[in-house]
C-alpha cells in the first residue's frame, strides 16, 4: 500500500493567515492526490482533484501542488469557515489511502 | 444533485455480520461512477474499504477482502457493503460515497452511520 505522511499533525492560525499543508506519498503517484475538508461530525468535502483542480463550488483561496511524491494544500487567506481537518487521498493505485489528517485551529 | 444516504444497524455483536446499505438518489447508479465505501474509526481518520461499478467490477481493500462484500442492485438504485467476522476495531462511522470513473476524487458523500460492535 501507498502511505500517505502529512504534516503538521496540527497547526494554529488566524484568520487571514495563509497555511501550507504537506502529504507525502511513500512512493510516486504522478499528479495522482486529492484534498478534502472535513468538519467534526460531518462527510469530508472534496476540494481538489489530480493535486490542483479545484472542485465545483471551492473558492480560490484554495490551491494545490506537487507532484510523484511531495504535495501541498495550501489556504492563501485563512476564513472562519475553514477551521476543520483536511486530508490528502491517492488515486494512483488500489488500495486508495489517505493522510493523517491535519487540523487547523484557531490561534 | 448526487444523494446518498447510508442505512442499517447502529450495533452488531462481536463475530456477527456487519451490513449497510446505501440508498442514491438524484442519479442513476449505472452511470460512469464508481460506488465507494468509506470509514473512520472514532477520532482517527479515513479507510477506504472497496467500491463497485454498475457492471460487477469491485476493488477492495486488501486489509479487509477476506471479510468484505460489496453489491450492487440497479432497480432499487443502491449498494451495499457487509463485513463479517467483526470486532471492536470494527467501529466506526461507515460512509457511502460517489468516486468519478476518472480521476479518483470522492466527489459526494453520505453523513455517514455509526457502527458500534459490542456485546
Known amino acids: 500500500d501507498i502511505q500517505m505522511t502529512q504534516s503538521p499533525s496540527s497547526v494554529s492560525a488566524s484568520v487571514g493567515d495563509r497555511v501550507t499543508i504537506t502529504c507525502r506519498a511513500s512512493?510516486?503517484?504522478?499528479?495522482?492526490l486529492a484534498w478534502y475538508q472535513q468538519k467534526p461530525g460531518k462527510a469530508p468535502k472534496a476540494l481538489i482533484f489530480?493535486?490542483?483542480n479545484l472542485q465545483s463550488g471551492v473558492p480560490s483561496r484554495f490551491s494545490g501542488s506537487g507532484s510523484g511524491t511531495d504535495f501541498t494544500l495550501t489556504i492563501s487567506s485563512l476564513q472562519p469557515e475553514d477551521f476543520a481537518t483536511y486530508y490528502c487521498?491517492?488515486?494512483?493505485?488500489?488500495?486508495?489511502?489517505f493522510g493523517g489528517g491535519t487540523k487547523v485551529e484557531i490561534k | 444533485q448526487v444523494h446518498l444516504q447510508e442505512s442499517g444497524p447502529g450495533l452488531v455483536k462481536p463475530s456477527g455480520t456487519l451490513s449497510l446499505t446505501c440508498a442514491v438518489s438524484?442519479?442513476?447508479?449505472?452511470?460512469?461512477?464508481?460506488w465507494t465505501w468509506v470509514r473512520q474509526s472514532p477520532g482517527k481518520g479515513l479507510e477506504w474499504i472497496g467500491e463497485?461499478?454498475?457492471?460487477?467490477?469491485?476493488n477492495y481493500n486488501p486489509s479487509l477482502k477476506s471479510r468484505v462484500t460489496i453489491s450492487a442492485d440497479k432497480a432499487m438504485n443502491q449498494f451495499s457493503l457487509k463485513l463479517n467476522s467483526v470486532t471492536a476495531a470494527d467501529t466506526a462511522v461507515y460512509y457511502c460515497?460517489?468516486?468519478?470513473?476518472?480521476?479518483?476524487?470522492?466527489?459526494?458523500w453520505g453523513q455517514g452511520t455509526l457502527v458500534t460492535v459490542s456485546s
Open positions: 438524484g442519479g442513476s447508479i449505472t452511470t460512469s461512477n464508481w
Open positions: 487521498q491517492q488515486a494512483n493505485s488500489f488500495p486508495r489511502t
Open positions: 489530480g493535486t490542483f
Open positions: 512512493q510516486g503517484i504522478s499528479n495522482w
Open positions: 460515497a460517489r468516486t468519478p470513473l476518472v480521476g479518483g476524487l470522492i466527489d459526494y
Open positions: 463497485i461499478f454498475h457492471t460487477g467490477n469491485i
